[in-house]
Protein backbone atom coordinates (compact mmCIF):
# COMPACT_ATOMS: atom_id res chain seq x y z
CA UNK A 1 0.00 0.00 0.00
CA UNK A 2 3.08 1.86 0.25
CA UNK A 3 4.54 1.43 -2.81
CA UNK A 4 1.35 2.25 -4.47
CA UNK A 5 0.73 5.35 -2.55
CA UNK A 6 4.35 6.50 -3.66
CA UNK A 7 3.66 5.97 -7.36
CA UNK A 8 0.60 8.23 -7.49
CA UNK A 9 2.18 11.27 -5.20
CA UNK A 10 5.69 10.75 -8.05
CA UNK A 11 2.99 11.03 -10.89
CA UNK A 12 1.30 14.14 -9.47
CA UNK A 13 4.76 15.68 -9.13
CA UNK A 14 5.98 15.03 -12.12
CA UNK A 15 2.41 16.41 -14.01
CA UNK A 16 1.46 12.79 -15.26
CA UNK A 17 -2.47 12.76 -15.81
CA UNK A 18 -3.92 9.90 -14.10
CA UNK A 19 -7.41 10.84 -15.53
CA UNK A 20 -9.03 11.31 -18.21
CA UNK A 21 -9.67 15.17 -19.63
CA UNK A 22 -12.94 16.10 -18.70
CA UNK A 23 -14.08 19.51 -19.85
CA UNK A 24 -15.82 21.68 -17.93
CA UNK A 25 -19.28 22.30 -18.06
CA UNK A 26 -21.45 25.06 -17.90
CA UNK A 27 -23.63 25.97 -15.65
CA UNK A 28 -26.70 28.38 -16.24
CA UNK A 29 -27.72 27.26 -19.25
CA UNK A 30 -31.25 26.73 -21.22
CA UNK A 31 -31.80 24.29 -23.08
CA UNK A 32 -34.50 23.66 -25.70
CA UNK A 33 -36.23 20.42 -26.44
CA UNK A 34 -36.53 18.83 -30.62
CA UNK A 35 -40.00 18.46 -31.89
CA UNK A 36 -41.29 16.21 -29.97
CA UNK A 37 -40.60 12.87 -30.66
CA UNK A 38 -43.56 10.02 -30.95
CA UNK A 39 -42.17 7.85 -28.27
CA UNK A 40 -41.81 10.72 -25.96
CA UNK A 41 -43.03 9.91 -22.53
CA UNK A 42 -43.47 11.60 -19.03
CA UNK A 43 -42.81 9.51 -15.95
CA UNK A 44 -44.14 10.61 -12.57
CA UNK A 45 -41.63 10.22 -9.51
CA UNK A 46 -43.69 10.47 -6.11
CA UNK A 47 -40.24 10.37 -4.10
CA UNK A 48 -38.63 13.58 -5.69
CA UNK A 49 -42.26 14.64 -6.54
CA UNK A 50 -41.33 15.31 -9.98
CA UNK A 51 -42.38 14.62 -13.79
CA UNK A 52 -39.53 13.16 -15.91
CA UNK A 53 -39.44 13.37 -19.21
CA UNK A 54 -37.72 10.64 -21.87
CA UNK A 55 -37.42 9.78 -24.87
CA UNK A 56 -37.76 5.54 -25.05
CA UNK A 57 -35.98 5.85 -28.97
CA UNK A 58 -32.59 7.08 -26.89
CA UNK A 59 -29.93 5.51 -24.94
CA UNK A 60 -30.94 4.62 -21.00
CA UNK A 61 -31.26 6.98 -19.06
CA UNK A 62 -31.80 9.54 -22.09
CA UNK A 63 -33.49 12.50 -19.33
CA UNK A 64 -35.04 15.11 -21.85
CA UNK A 65 -35.95 16.77 -18.78
CA UNK A 66 -38.48 17.74 -15.66
CA UNK A 67 -40.51 19.76 -14.13
CA UNK A 68 -41.40 19.71 -10.42
CA UNK A 69 -44.93 19.81 -8.86
CA UNK A 70 -44.34 20.67 -5.42
CA UNK A 71 -45.56 18.63 -2.27
CA UNK A 72 -47.68 15.41 -3.21
CA UNK A 73 -48.12 13.95 -6.86
CA UNK A 74 -48.99 16.38 -9.77
CA UNK A 75 -51.40 14.77 -12.79
CA UNK A 76 -50.11 16.89 -16.18
CA UNK A 77 -52.66 17.43 -18.43
CA UNK A 78 -51.76 18.68 -21.72
CA UNK A 79 -53.49 20.36 -24.55
CA UNK A 80 -53.87 18.32 -28.15
CA UNK A 81 -52.12 21.19 -29.66
CA UNK A 82 -49.89 24.44 -28.39
CA UNK A 83 -46.67 25.42 -26.97
CA UNK A 84 -47.32 24.89 -23.18
CA UNK A 85 -49.21 21.84 -20.40
CA UNK A 86 -50.47 22.27 -17.02
CA UNK A 87 -49.92 20.84 -14.45
CA UNK A 88 -51.81 20.90 -10.44
CA UNK A 89 -49.34 21.83 -7.74
CA UNK A 90 -49.73 22.12 -4.01
CA UNK A 91 -46.67 24.41 -1.99
CA UNK A 92 -46.59 24.86 1.57
CA UNK A 93 -44.89 28.27 2.96
CA UNK A 94 -42.19 26.07 5.41
CA UNK A 95 -41.77 22.90 2.89
CA UNK A 96 -43.87 20.56 4.41
CA UNK A 97 -45.92 22.57 6.67
CA UNK A 98 -47.26 26.59 7.08
CA UNK A 99 -49.40 28.00 4.06
CA UNK A 100 -50.70 25.75 1.86
CA UNK A 101 -50.77 27.12 -1.89
CA UNK A 102 -52.49 25.24 -4.83
CA UNK A 103 -52.02 26.44 -7.98
CA UNK A 104 -52.58 25.53 -11.46
CA UNK A 105 -48.86 26.06 -13.48
CA UNK A 106 -48.48 27.07 -16.79
CA UNK A 107 -45.15 25.45 -18.24
CA UNK A 108 -43.61 26.19 -21.52
CA UNK A 109 -43.14 22.76 -23.65
CA UNK A 110 -39.94 23.35 -25.26
CA UNK A 111 -38.40 24.90 -22.06
CA UNK A 112 -39.90 23.11 -19.43
CA UNK A 113 -39.85 26.26 -17.88
CA UNK A 114 -42.76 27.95 -15.75
CA UNK A 115 -44.08 30.93 -17.44
CA UNK A 116 -47.50 31.56 -15.23
CA UNK A 117 -49.68 30.05 -12.76
CA UNK A 118 -52.94 30.95 -11.14
CA UNK A 119 -54.02 30.19 -7.82
CA UNK A 120 -56.79 28.10 -6.89
CA UNK A 121 -58.17 26.76 -3.55
CA UNK A 122 -56.55 24.95 -1.08
CA UNK A 123 -58.08 21.74 -1.40
CA UNK A 124 -56.93 19.54 -3.89
CA UNK A 125 -56.96 15.66 -3.66
CA UNK A 126 -53.77 14.43 -3.20
CA UNK A 127 -53.63 10.23 -4.20
CA UNK A 128 -50.83 8.42 -4.79
CA UNK A 129 -51.89 7.55 -8.09
CA UNK A 130 -53.23 10.86 -10.21
CA UNK A 131 -55.48 9.56 -12.87
CA UNK A 132 -58.70 11.75 -13.64
CA UNK A 133 -57.94 14.19 -10.84
CA UNK A 134 -57.50 16.93 -13.38
CA UNK A 135 -58.76 16.82 -17.36
CA UNK A 136 -58.84 19.82 -19.88
CA UNK A 137 -61.95 20.27 -21.97
CA UNK A 138 -61.34 19.64 -25.89
CA UNK A 139 -60.95 22.53 -27.29
CA UNK A 140 -57.64 22.97 -24.91
CA UNK A 141 -59.43 26.15 -22.94
CA UNK A 142 -60.83 25.05 -19.37
CA UNK A 143 -59.32 23.48 -17.00
CA UNK A 144 -61.02 21.43 -14.27
CA UNK A 145 -58.80 20.21 -11.18
CA UNK A 146 -60.87 18.20 -8.74
CA UNK A 147 -60.96 19.03 -5.11
CA UNK A 148 -61.65 16.41 -1.60
CA UNK A 149 -61.61 17.91 1.56
CA UNK A 150 -63.52 15.49 1.82
CA UNK A 151 -65.95 17.06 -0.04
CA UNK A 152 -65.88 17.21 -3.31
CA UNK A 153 -65.36 19.93 -6.04
CA UNK A 154 -63.76 21.36 -8.92
CA UNK A 155 -61.69 23.96 -9.45
CA UNK A 156 -62.04 25.47 -13.06
CA UNK A 157 -59.69 27.77 -14.57
CA UNK A 158 -59.18 29.64 -17.68
CA UNK A 159 -55.77 28.71 -19.45
CA UNK A 160 -56.08 31.02 -21.98
CA UNK A 161 -56.94 33.83 -19.86
CA UNK A 162 -54.97 32.48 -16.77
CA UNK A 163 -57.82 32.84 -14.74
CA UNK A 164 -59.63 30.85 -11.98
CA UNK A 165 -63.36 30.70 -13.12
CA UNK A 166 -64.85 29.51 -9.75
CA UNK A 167 -65.46 26.55 -7.96
CA UNK A 168 -67.88 23.86 -8.75
CA UNK A 169 -69.64 22.00 -5.92
CA UNK A 170 -70.02 18.16 -6.85
CA UNK A 171 -71.33 16.62 -3.67
CA UNK A 172 -71.26 12.77 -3.92
CA UNK A 173 -69.05 12.93 -7.43
CA UNK A 174 -65.63 12.46 -7.95
CA UNK A 175 -62.99 13.04 -10.40
CA UNK A 176 -62.50 14.59 -13.99
CA UNK A 177 -62.76 13.42 -17.41
CA UNK A 178 -63.35 15.99 -20.14
CA UNK A 179 -66.11 15.80 -22.65
CA UNK A 180 -67.13 18.28 -25.50
CA UNK A 181 -65.78 21.75 -25.56
CA UNK A 182 -67.13 22.64 -22.45
CA UNK A 183 -68.16 19.40 -20.04
CA UNK A 184 -66.84 17.72 -17.89
CA UNK A 185 -67.83 14.36 -16.34
CA UNK A 186 -67.74 12.85 -12.66
CA UNK A 187 -68.28 9.17 -11.29
CA UNK A 188 -71.01 9.51 -8.74
CA UNK A 189 -70.97 7.41 -5.27
CA UNK A 190 -74.62 5.09 -6.73
CA UNK A 191 -72.54 4.55 -10.31
CA UNK A 192 -74.05 7.74 -12.34
CA UNK A 193 -71.71 10.45 -14.40
CA UNK A 194 -72.53 13.75 -13.57
CA UNK A 195 -71.96 16.48 -16.21
CA UNK A 196 -70.55 19.87 -15.47
CA UNK A 197 -71.60 22.30 -18.64
CA UNK A 198 -69.53 25.41 -18.54
CA UNK A 199 -69.51 28.45 -20.84
CA UNK A 200 -66.21 29.29 -23.02
CA UNK A 201 -64.92 31.28 -20.12
CA UNK A 202 -65.60 28.53 -17.39
CA UNK A 203 -68.77 29.54 -15.90
CA UNK A 204 -71.18 27.18 -14.54
CA UNK A 205 -74.22 26.49 -16.81
CA UNK A 206 -75.58 23.26 -15.63
CA UNK A 207 -75.21 20.32 -14.07
CA UNK A 208 -76.96 17.15 -14.60
CA UNK A 209 -76.85 13.60 -12.75
CA UNK A 210 -77.57 10.14 -15.09
CA UNK A 211 -78.96 7.11 -14.24
CA UNK A 212 -76.54 4.73 -12.77
CA UNK A 213 -74.61 2.97 -15.17
CA UNK A 214 -72.77 -0.14 -13.02
CA UNK A 215 -73.56 -1.35 -9.83
CA UNK A 216 -70.91 0.14 -6.92
CA UNK A 217 -72.26 -2.59 -4.66
CA UNK A 218 -71.87 -5.32 -6.71
CA UNK A 219 -69.51 -4.60 -9.39
CA UNK A 220 -67.78 -1.23 -9.29
CA UNK A 221 -65.52 0.19 -11.98
CA UNK A 222 -62.63 1.30 -11.22
CA UNK A 223 -61.19 5.05 -11.79
CA UNK A 224 -58.62 4.49 -14.40
CA UNK A 225 -60.85 4.98 -17.77
CA UNK A 226 -59.04 5.25 -21.08
CA UNK A 227 -61.03 7.20 -23.88
CA UNK A 228 -61.28 7.16 -27.53
CA UNK A 229 -62.52 9.67 -29.73
CA UNK A 230 -65.79 10.59 -28.08
CA UNK A 231 -65.92 6.79 -25.84
CA UNK A 232 -64.89 6.77 -22.36
CA UNK A 233 -64.15 2.97 -21.25
CA UNK A 234 -64.59 1.95 -17.73
CA UNK A 235 -63.21 -1.15 -16.74
CA UNK A 236 -65.34 -3.03 -13.39
CA UNK A 237 -63.77 -5.02 -10.71
CA UNK A 238 -64.93 -8.32 -12.70
CA UNK A 239 -63.54 -7.43 -15.89
CA UNK A 240 -66.38 -5.30 -17.41
CA UNK A 241 -66.19 -2.82 -19.91
CA UNK A 242 -68.25 -0.17 -19.78
CA UNK A 243 -68.25 2.31 -22.85
CA UNK A 244 -69.77 6.01 -22.33
CA UNK A 245 -70.14 8.05 -25.30
CA UNK A 246 -69.60 11.56 -24.03
CA UNK A 247 -69.96 13.30 -27.86
CA UNK A 248 -73.48 14.81 -26.94
CA UNK A 249 -75.11 16.89 -23.65
CA UNK A 250 -75.66 13.83 -22.24
CA UNK A 251 -73.77 10.59 -21.99
CA UNK A 252 -74.83 7.29 -23.60
CA UNK A 253 -73.67 3.89 -22.03
CA UNK A 254 -73.38 1.57 -24.21
CA UNK A 255 -74.02 -2.46 -23.59
CA UNK A 256 -71.25 -4.00 -21.29
CA UNK A 257 -68.68 -6.32 -22.57
CA UNK A 258 -66.29 -8.96 -21.00
CA UNK A 259 -62.50 -8.71 -20.75
CA UNK A 260 -62.80 -12.66 -19.27
CA UNK A 261 -64.39 -15.45 -21.17
CA UNK A 262 -66.06 -18.07 -18.53
CA UNK A 263 -62.87 -20.08 -18.93
CA UNK A 264 -60.65 -17.07 -17.73
CA UNK A 265 -63.32 -16.63 -14.70
CA UNK A 266 -62.86 -20.66 -13.77
CA UNK A 267 -58.87 -19.84 -13.64
CA UNK A 268 -59.29 -16.78 -11.78
CA UNK A 269 -57.98 -14.22 -14.21
CA UNK A 270 -59.33 -10.73 -12.97
CA UNK A 271 -57.94 -7.37 -13.66
CA UNK A 272 -54.74 -5.69 -12.20
CA UNK A 273 -52.35 -2.90 -11.18
CA UNK A 274 -52.69 0.44 -10.19
CA UNK A 275 -53.28 1.62 -13.91
CA UNK A 276 -54.58 -0.74 -15.58
CA UNK A 277 -55.41 0.41 -19.18
CA UNK A 278 -54.34 1.89 -22.17
CA UNK A 279 -55.36 2.15 -26.13
CA UNK A 280 -53.75 2.72 -29.10
CA UNK A 281 -56.82 4.18 -31.13
CA UNK A 282 -55.69 4.05 -34.36
CA UNK A 283 -55.75 0.33 -34.81
CA UNK A 284 -58.90 0.27 -32.38
CA UNK A 285 -56.83 -2.07 -29.35
CA UNK A 286 -57.84 -2.08 -25.82
CA UNK A 287 -54.79 -3.08 -23.60
CA UNK A 288 -55.64 -4.66 -20.21
CA UNK A 289 -53.53 -6.15 -17.26
CA UNK A 290 -54.68 -8.99 -15.95
CA UNK A 291 -53.28 -11.53 -12.97
CA UNK A 292 -54.58 -14.67 -11.30
CA UNK A 293 -56.25 -13.74 -7.65
CA UNK A 294 -59.59 -13.70 -5.47
CA UNK A 295 -61.99 -11.38 -4.74
CA UNK A 296 -60.34 -7.57 -4.09
CA UNK A 297 -57.19 -8.32 -5.87
CA UNK A 298 -57.82 -5.69 -8.40
CA UNK A 299 -54.47 -3.75 -7.53
CA UNK A 300 -52.40 -6.50 -7.68
CA UNK A 301 -49.89 -6.16 -9.94
CA UNK A 302 -50.22 -7.86 -13.30
CA UNK A 303 -48.38 -10.82 -14.70
CA UNK A 304 -49.98 -10.89 -18.60
CA UNK A 305 -51.32 -8.27 -21.08
CA UNK A 306 -54.66 -9.18 -23.28
CA UNK A 307 -55.02 -6.87 -25.99
CA UNK A 308 -58.27 -6.78 -27.40
CA UNK A 309 -59.84 -5.18 -30.77
CA UNK A 310 -62.47 -2.93 -29.24
CA UNK A 311 -64.72 -2.44 -32.27
CA UNK A 312 -65.36 -6.73 -32.23
CA UNK A 313 -64.99 -6.90 -28.53
CA UNK A 314 -62.50 -9.87 -28.54
CA UNK A 315 -59.58 -10.72 -27.29
CA UNK A 316 -56.74 -10.34 -29.74
CA UNK A 317 -53.82 -11.28 -28.04
CA UNK A 318 -52.10 -12.38 -25.00
CA UNK A 319 -48.66 -11.03 -23.77
CA UNK A 320 -46.26 -12.78 -20.86
CA UNK A 321 -44.37 -9.95 -19.34
CA UNK A 322 -40.86 -9.80 -18.65
CA UNK A 323 -39.28 -8.54 -15.23
CA UNK A 324 -38.90 -4.82 -16.26
CA UNK A 325 -35.77 -4.23 -14.10
CA UNK A 326 -34.42 -3.00 -10.73
CA UNK A 327 -32.48 0.23 -11.02
CA UNK A 328 -33.88 2.09 -8.33
CA UNK A 329 -31.62 3.74 -6.21
CA UNK A 330 -29.20 4.35 -8.42
CA UNK A 331 -27.56 1.89 -11.28
CA UNK A 332 -25.16 -0.24 -9.67
CA UNK A 333 -27.15 -3.28 -10.90
CA UNK A 334 -26.87 -2.37 -14.65
CA UNK A 335 -24.47 -4.80 -15.33
CA UNK A 336 -22.81 -5.64 -18.53
CA UNK A 337 -24.26 -3.12 -20.98
CA UNK A 338 -21.33 -1.17 -21.82
CA UNK A 339 -18.98 -2.55 -19.88
CA UNK A 340 -16.50 -5.03 -21.02
CA UNK A 341 -15.19 -7.06 -17.62
CA UNK A 342 -16.19 -10.32 -16.25
CA UNK A 343 -19.80 -9.12 -15.24
CA UNK A 344 -21.19 -8.60 -18.50
CA UNK A 345 -24.63 -9.83 -19.25
CA UNK A 346 -25.10 -11.06 -15.43
CA UNK A 347 -27.75 -8.38 -14.94
CA UNK A 348 -29.82 -9.85 -18.04
CA UNK A 349 -29.14 -13.69 -16.61
CA UNK A 350 -30.60 -12.16 -13.08
CA UNK A 351 -33.77 -10.68 -14.40
CA UNK A 352 -34.33 -14.21 -16.31
CA UNK A 353 -33.70 -15.88 -13.13
CA UNK A 354 -35.84 -13.86 -10.62
CA UNK A 355 -38.97 -13.67 -10.16
CA UNK A 356 -41.51 -11.57 -11.73
CA UNK A 357 -42.44 -8.58 -9.45
CA UNK A 358 -45.41 -8.12 -11.47
CA UNK A 359 -46.26 -4.48 -13.47
CA UNK A 360 -48.54 -2.08 -12.19
CA UNK A 361 -48.27 0.54 -14.78
CA UNK A 362 -48.89 0.49 -18.99
CA UNK A 363 -49.17 3.27 -21.33
CA UNK A 364 -49.01 3.01 -25.41
CA UNK A 365 -47.82 5.87 -27.67
CA UNK A 366 -50.42 7.24 -30.23
CA UNK A 367 -48.14 6.97 -33.56
CA UNK A 368 -48.00 4.67 -36.22
CA UNK A 369 -45.54 2.01 -34.49
CA UNK A 370 -46.76 2.58 -30.94
CA UNK A 371 -44.38 1.34 -28.13
CA UNK A 372 -46.13 -0.48 -25.52
CA UNK A 373 -44.33 0.67 -22.08
CA UNK A 374 -44.72 -1.53 -18.55
CA UNK A 375 -43.29 -0.45 -15.42
CA UNK A 376 -43.35 -1.50 -11.44
CA UNK A 377 -43.52 0.69 -8.82
CA UNK A 378 -40.11 1.71 -7.61
CA UNK A 379 -38.12 -0.61 -10.01
CA UNK A 380 -36.75 3.25 -11.74
CA UNK A 381 -36.66 0.75 -14.97
CA UNK A 382 -39.05 0.16 -17.80
CA UNK A 383 -39.61 -2.64 -20.31
CA UNK A 384 -40.35 -1.28 -24.02
CA UNK A 385 -42.63 -3.63 -26.24
CA UNK A 386 -44.05 -3.64 -29.89
CA UNK A 387 -47.27 -2.76 -29.31
CA UNK A 388 -48.72 -4.19 -31.99
CA UNK A 389 -46.95 -7.83 -32.37
CA UNK A 390 -46.27 -7.77 -28.30
CA UNK A 391 -42.46 -7.98 -29.00
CA UNK A 392 -40.24 -7.29 -26.14
CA UNK A 393 -37.59 -4.89 -27.39
CA UNK A 394 -35.59 -3.46 -24.48
CA UNK A 395 -35.64 -2.27 -20.87
CA UNK A 396 -35.23 1.38 -20.56
CA UNK A 397 -33.55 2.78 -16.76
CA UNK A 398 -34.84 6.06 -15.59
CA UNK A 399 -32.36 5.50 -12.60
CA UNK A 400 -33.61 7.48 -9.88
CA UNK A 401 -37.54 7.58 -10.75
CA UNK A 402 -40.03 5.63 -8.67
CA UNK A 403 -42.80 4.81 -11.82
CA UNK A 404 -45.97 6.05 -10.45
CA UNK A 405 -47.30 7.66 -13.59
CA UNK A 406 -47.00 7.10 -17.43
CA UNK A 407 -48.40 10.15 -19.29
CA UNK A 408 -48.20 10.75 -23.01
CA UNK A 409 -46.81 15.06 -23.76
CA UNK A 410 -49.78 15.41 -25.99
CA UNK A 411 -53.34 15.11 -25.46
CA UNK A 412 -53.44 11.57 -24.93
CA UNK A 413 -56.13 8.96 -23.60
CA UNK A 414 -56.53 9.86 -20.07
Not at 136 to 141: I, K, Q
Not at 168 to 178: E, M, N, R
Not at 391 to 414: I, M, Q
Request: with cysteine; aromatic share 8%.
Amino acid sequence: MGKLAGVLVALLLIGVPIAADVPIETVGRVESLPPRGDHWIWVADIMYERNVLVDLDGDDQSMLGMVSVGYGPGHPVHPRAGAEFYVPETHYSRGTRGERTDVLTIYDATTLLPVDEVVIPPKRALPAITMATAALSDDDRIAAVFNLTPATSLSIVDVVERRFAGEIATPGCSLAYAGTAHRFHMVCQNGALLTVTLDEHGNEVGKRRSDPFFDPETDPVTEKAVRVGDTWIFVSYDGYAHPVDVSGADPVFGERWSLLSDADRDEQWRIGGNDHLAVHEGSGRLYSLVHQGGVDTHKHPGSELWVYDIAKRERLQRIELLNPGLTYLGTSLEFGRDWVWPFNGLYEWLLSSAPMPGIDLIEVTADDAPLLVTAAQFSGSLAVYDALSGEFLRRFNTGNVTNFGLHLPSGSSR
